[in-house]
């Protein structure tokens, strides 16, 4: 929300105008981004120099305070899905991932997937 008149990027942007940034369409700039459409994951890796330019937990001093706790959470909750069970696809075809409507990207065509615990699962449950 802006406390004042302002402009931000060249356009003039009234007192009392929220403002939300598209961090989808800036995640997907071929002007920042090499092949922005495809999974690369070592663009990330540290010392690349595509990584500074992610931002899921906004910037600047409104930034998330749960980063630093989120990441270690989604890096430990996908580690153990990983480690923990063995996954199956249900059907052979290709894995739509259209994009549905909603600030949280839901897929309009759900994943569906067979889990089975792992034996070091059980292990790990009976020693709890
Ligand atoms: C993957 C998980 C998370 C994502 C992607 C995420 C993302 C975001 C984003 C984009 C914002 C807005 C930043 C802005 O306005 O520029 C935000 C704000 C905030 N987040 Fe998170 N967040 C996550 C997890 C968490 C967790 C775990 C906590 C607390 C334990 C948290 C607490 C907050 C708070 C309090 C704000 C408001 C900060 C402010 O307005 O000053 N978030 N988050």
């Known amino acids: 929300m802006s406390s004042d008149d302002c402009k931000v990027g060249g356009y003039d942007v009234p007192r009392d105008t929220i403002l939300l940034v598209n961090a989808w369409a800036i995640h997907r ?3 920042l981004w090499d092949e922005p459409n495809s999974f690369k994951p070592e663009r990330f890796e540290i010392g690349d120099g595509e990584a500074r330019k992610l931002m899921p937990f906004g910037l600047g001093r409104r930034s998330c305070p749960g980063s630093g706790l989120a990441q270690r959470v989604v890096g430990l909750a996908l580690g153990s899905l990983i480690q923990c069970f063995e996954w199956e696809r249900v059907g052979e075809e290709k894995v739509d991932m259209t994009e549905g409507r909603g600030s ?7 994943l569906v997937v067979l889990c089975k615990a792992r034996p070091i699962t059980n292990n790990v449950l009976v020693a709890a």
Do not use: A, R, W, Y
């Open 104 to 110: 949280t990207m839901p897929k309009v065509d759900p």
């Open 29 to 31: 700039d071929p002007k």
